[in-house]
Every structure is written in structure tokens, then in C-alpha cells.
Nanobody
């Protein structure tokens, strides 16, 4: 089993920045992607960003391209989401997810999930 714990959420003004962290523990995979998803009230959980094991491949939802950056530090078993130029529509609970093997942006293909961290962007 893999446990994922997110941190870094909070209240930020529009145009501001925030960095989320996700620490993994347990039987962490040496091949799997890690990703960030978000869920706003009344909406489905959506893909935000993902990164492969080596960090050489990333993917983003169009709405965050150029503003968000995903990265990982395998020595620390941690993945990050740097969020810049935040907008009120970025307000959501942000979830970290891990996949045992492979790279994907599909929500249902992730094996492990964190509890989420709330990000609120005020206008």
C-alpha cells in the first residue's frame, strides 16, 4: 500500500501563487506516474497535471498550462504542484494520486489517492 499526504493548501488572492506538496510513503513504485487532480463543489474530479517517474514527461489540462508546474523529488518521495497566476476558478480540493506502473492522465487509472487539500482563490 501507498499512503499519500497533501499539504500546502489555503486561501490565496487572485494572481497569487501557492505550492502544493504530496509526500508518499509505504510501497512506493519505481515506475509509476504521480498526478494532481481537483474537485470543485458540484463538479466531478478533474485531471490537472501528471509526471512520469523520471520527471522527463509531464502533461497538463489546458486550463492550467503556463501557470502550473508539476515536479517530483524521488529522493524525498514527494511531488509538487507550483501554482502561479491563480484564478477564482482554480478553487477546489486538490488531490494527489499515484499509479503503480506507467504514465496516464486518466483519473480511473490511478491506484492511490490522498485525502486532498483545499485551495481557495479569492477575487
Amino acid at each position: 500500500q501507498v499512503q499519500l499526504v497533501e499539504s500546502g493548501g489555503g486561501l490565496v488572492q487572485a494572481g497569487g501563487s501557492r505550492r502544493l506538496s504530496c509526500a508518499a510513503s509505504g510501497r512506493t513504485s519505481s515506475n509509476g506516474a504521480m498526478g494532481w487532480f481537483r474537485q470543485a463543489p458540484g463538479k466531478e474530479r478533474e485531471f490537472v497535471a501528471t509526471i512520469n517517474w523520471s520527471g522527463s514527461i509531464t502533461a497538463y489540462v489546458d486550463s492550467v498550462k503556463g501557470r502550473f508546474t508539476i515536479s517530483r523529488d524521488n529522493a524525498k518521495n514527494t511531488v509538487y504542484l507550483q501554482m502561479n497566476s491563480l484564478k477564482p476558478e482554480d478553487t477546489a480540493v486538490y488531490y494527489c494520486a499515484a499509479r503503480r506502473v506507467g504514465f496516464t492522465s486518466q483519473r480511473d487509472d490511478y491506484d492511490y489517492w490522498g485525502q486532498g487539500t483545499q485551495v481557495t482563490v479569492s477575487s
